[in-house]
């Protein structure tokens, strides 16, 4: 090979572009893991939102439990329009528990499907008060018994409640985020989540959910991602990237 054939073949690839796929390499797993770039994509997340945090309006860990029950399949902001009066009117577990179904599932309603959530957070209400002396439990062992909690939610509750990182957060905008980011190529939240957890330290777990998730909202959006105002621009080499 001449000189300039070394010389050429030894060019640097561009900051976005997408790493060559080394033998063996697993389909599943994101190659854009590598330690050094996901050092710098946590950094310009923490640049940009220092201040990350649960959207979701709460006093304690049942609310928190309760609102995020409610946010499934509907938006923060909806979910905060309808909890301050619910709260009032069931503002303990055993209040949810033994409530009027069809009263429920009307206070409930604006969040969609208020029938499957209704029958959710009245179980777990009833277990928290029959088996948890009517406090929410602080293990995911624990919280996933409760009806209508898997691990997103008891992510939430334990991060955003009792500050204990034993997974990471991952909802519709960490899903779709952690693809365009190339951090991880399943498309099963369960398997989502091990993957971040295997790249993330493990302090930065809650932090990450949070920054990502503002991110999505903010800037990174379904249809239609703000490239132009992104900082994780230079970083990312996504196929819908926009001008």
Known sequence: MSKKLKKKSAAKKPAGARPAKRPGQAQAAG??????????????????????????????????????ILSAQCTDERVNQVTPALFRKYPKPEAFAYANPQEL????????????????????????????????????????????????????????????????????????????????RNTDPKKVEQDLMAILPEEKWIAFSHQLIWHGRRVCAARKPKCTECNLDALCYSKDKTN
């Open 31 to 68: 190659r854009g893991t590598d330690p050094a770039r996901v050092r710098a994509i946590l950094a310009r997340l923490e640049e940009a939102y220092p201040a990350a945090t649960c959207e979701l309006h709460h006093d304690n860990a049942f609310q928190l439990l309760i609102a995020t």
């Open 105 to 184: 599932e009307q206070d409930i309603r604006p969040t969609g499907f208020f029938r499957n959530k209704t029958k959710s957070i009245m179980g777990a209400s009833k277990k928290i008060v029959a088996e948890f002396h009517g406090q929410v439990p602080k293990t995911m062992e624990q919280l996933l018994t409760l009806p209508g909690v898997a691990r997103k939610t008891a992510n939430v509750v334990l991060g955003n409640a009792f500050g204990i990182a034993a997974g990471v957060v991952v909802d519709t905008h960490v899903l779709r985020l952690a693809e365009r980011l190339d951090l991880s």
